[in-house]
């Protein structure tokens, strides 16, 4: 009997050391295609796309709650090195990035976004407003997965 009970016991652990966790949607590492910025400057209505008046080669990896991204643009005859990187949210379609630092700069700022993912492909609007509602005129990258 006490056979039967220990391989039950160790047939049930091995079961459920196979099940495996859910990971969160965005997991893995993303490719910036294309996206669409508005300076929040209220004297100023410069729009920023790319493709458009930008170039850009940004990717953006998500892992267990953590966020990094690097990548390079350029506008006009600026060129700029672009990363960062902090911690993450995500619950339904309201994402909120704390991020930690960016660039040389250290410092703590919750952004928080809507996110769609289909696919392959992940969208992120924002700034929403403590109502998750999206600005009269919202920022959106769009991503594909590399991995």
């Known amino acids: 009997m006490k056979k039967v009970i220990f391989s039950t016991l160790v047939i049930a652990l091995i079961i459920g050391g196979c099940v495996k966790e859910k990971k969160s949607p965005i997991e893995g590492m993303w ?26 080669y940004q990717i953006k990896i998500f892992s267990q709650g953590n966020i990094t991204f690097v990548g390079h643009y350029s506008l006009d005859t600026l060129t700029h090195d672009n990363y960062g990187g902090g911690t993450y949210t995500l619950k339904g379609d309201r994402y909120e990035e704390n991020l ?12 928080k976004m ?27 990258e769009k991503y594909i997965r590399l991995k």
């Open 100 to 111: 930690l630092y960016a660039g040389k700069a250290i410092f703590n700022r919750k952004i």
């Open 31 to 56: 490719k910036l295609t294309n996206g669409k910025w508005y300076n929040w400057n209220p004297n100023d209505t410069l729009t920023y796309q790319f493709p458009g008046n930008m170039a850009i």
């Open 114 to 140: 809507l996110l769609d993912v289909r696919n392959d492909t992940l969208i992120q609007k924002w700034p929403a407003d403590e109502n998750w509602k999206l600005a009269e005129k919202y920022s959106i």
